[in-house]
């Protein structure tokens, strides 16, 4: 079957008044109060973040977060990455609408107001050292690194782009595309179903060979893997809208059913989509000592999530010069990486809200899964089963990996990319029959996921035709291919920085020597 390309839905009309005005209430709530609020400028924004406040701008409002942001729902680094930056756009497509009818409001300390030299900035912070969030990497930094082509144009109007996204997710919201579409997660249960009673029949009741252990664990690799889906919906709120019913729906998906922390993953997911690809910010893409996306990886730069050092160490040089060979073998132990992460969390991390579910949940998960396996016969059949289960979830890592790893790292213009222009730059779509939309599970529209977090993902095939249509009119080259296709450009662009591993080596080695032939020196004489 032939990738389909559906036409735009004839009902994403433009948005009549009243539609805009309902879609977006927080600018008109907020013009309630800006004139009674003081003007801030953005040398007055930057001096009272010197001073220690965290201040976002949100539709035109200075919120000021610090007694919030360890209390936010999606962790404090996704509200420490938007200081100083207007989040207007990050914050609407990651919350519900109601966010903006009480919380803007009432955090907003002033408004801002900007000058001709403030016009179109979408970060006030660039050059300020923020020990929470680094600078957005960028080729006008002062070094030298090598990034994916692309065909996306030069001088981007930025403002332009913003306007028609807001636009859009104006229509999207008027056509009703951020209803769930409840039937098909119908359809879904009936295949989580299916695969559970595969998995569970096959091991209490199949024949004892190696046959039998072999189906059930990819089997349940494979429900892992269709459940990790439906958590990251409800990690998103798309199900439902309320937070707590999705959030807890989602413990006992993840951690009950999968032995993982969903809690964990919110926080680190929510700190991806807000700083996407960014080499010091984003931890989807911290991989060393096995992965290098980046040649920038070679300086051993600091992490504002793990909060340490990433150390380009032998090892790590060892690794990254053989991560295009080696990309499918690690990705086969990466579920257990998930498990460490996310204990943890849930045993050390300063934001775990719900850190008593969850670990009643992963107990439970335990104890079930442990009775499970009790029922295989022999200790070899049990090692195939649980190293099958665990390691055939690589597909899921790799689907996960493929939409991003050989996409941009570097901002062209920090100071005034937008959230839209952002997305599109550092994310890839795979092309699939619409057959094997179940296998992908949402994860091949990641362009449109990334611009509408909150979407439910049955509905984003009906809007990628208009983000290419976004993406064509505003020269942003929109990056799709087959899985097949995905999984190669991908291996070559990792190969590509492991070739620079050997001339990383060469330069260290000659600066070694120099030192050592200057410590001689300074020694005899």
């Not at 998906?253 to 919110?266: E, F, I």
């Not at 300063?350 to 104890?367: K, N, S, V």
């Not at 094997?436 to 362009?447: C, E, P, S």
Request: charged share 20%; net charge neutral; aromatic share 12%.
């Amino acid at each position: 079957m032939p990738p389909r390309t559906p036409s735009p839905s004839p009902f994403l009309m433009p948005a009549s008044p009243a539609a805009a005005a309902k879609a977006m209430p927080a600018a008109l709530l907020a013009e309630k109060r800006r004139g009674r609020l003081p003007a801030c400028t953005a040398a007055e924004l930057r001096r009272r973040i010197g001073g220690g406040e965290y201040l976002v701008i949100i539709d035109g409002l200075v919120c000021k977060l610090n007694a919030f942001v360890n209390k936010h729902p999606g962790g404090p680094l996704a509200i420490m990455h938007m200081v100083g930056h207007d989040a207007t756009d990050e914050v609407k497509s990651m919350h519900p609408l109601d966010v903006f009818e009480t919380a803007v409001p009432r955090w907003a300390v002033a408004r801002f107001v900007t000058d001709a030299k403030a016009e179109g900035v979408m970060s006030h912070v660039e050059d300020m050292d923020l020990v929470y969030s680094a600078a957005r990497s960028s080729p006008d930094d002062g070094s030298s690194h090598v990034q994916p082509p692309t065909t996306t144009g030069a001088d981007l109007d930025y403002p332009a782009i913003q306007r028609d996204f807001r636009l859009l997710d104006v229509q999207l919201r008027a056509a009703g595309l951020y209803q769930c579409n409840y039937s098909a997660y119908a359809f879904e249960a009936v295949r989580y179903m299916a695969l559970f009673i595969t998995a569970v029949g096959l091991l209490l009741y199949g024949p004892v060979s190696a046959w039998t252990y072999l189906a059930a664990g990819i089997s349940t690799a494979l429900l892992w893997q269709q459940l990790s889906f439906f958590a990251h919906d409800l990690g998103h709120n798309e199900l439902t809208g309320n937070r707590d019913f999705d959030m807890v729906l989602g413990i006992c998906v993840a951690n009950l059913l999968g032995g993982l922390s969903v809690g964990w993953w919110k926080k680190n997911h929510n700190t991806h989509h807000i700083v996407t690809n960014d080499v010091d910010n984003d931890p989807d893409i911290q991989h060393l000592p096995f992965f290098a996306v980046s040649t920038r990886f070679f300086e051993s730069r600091y992490s504002t999530y793990y909060r340490r050092v990433m150390e380009f160490d032998a090892a790590a040089r060892l690794f990254v010069s053989v991560q295009d060979k080696m990309y499918y073998l690690i990705m086969c132990f990466a579920r257990y990486n998930l498990y460490f992460l996310s204990w943890n969390y849930l045993l050390f991390s300063d934001f775990a809200p719900f850190r008593a579910l969850e670990i009643c949940c992963i107990g439970l998960f335990f104890t079930w899964f442990s009775w499970l396996l009790s029922h295989i016969p022999s200790w070899p059949y049990l090692a195939l089963y649980v190293l099958v289960s665990n390691s055939a979830s690589a597909v899921l890592h790799i689907q996960i990996t493929l939409s991003h790893f050989a996409m941009s790292t570097e901002s062209p213009d920090p100071v005034h990319e937008c959230f839209a222009a952002r997305q599109v730059r550092t994310t890839m779509d795979v092309i699939c029959p619409r057959a094997l939309d179940w296998f992908h599970g949402g994860l091949q529209f990641q362009i449109e996921h990334h611009l509408f977090p909150r979407l439910p993902r049955h509905n984003l095939l009906l809007v990628q035709p208009l983000v290419k249509d976004l993406c064509r009119k505003h020269r942003m080259e929109f990056k799709e291919f087959s899985f097949v296709d995905g999984n190669i450009y991908t291996l070559r662009w990792m190969g590509e920085v492991a070739s620079r591993v050997k001339l990383f080596n060469a330069r260290k080695e000659h600066e070694d020597q120099a030192v050592a032939a200057l410590r001689k020196a300074i020694v005899e004489s």
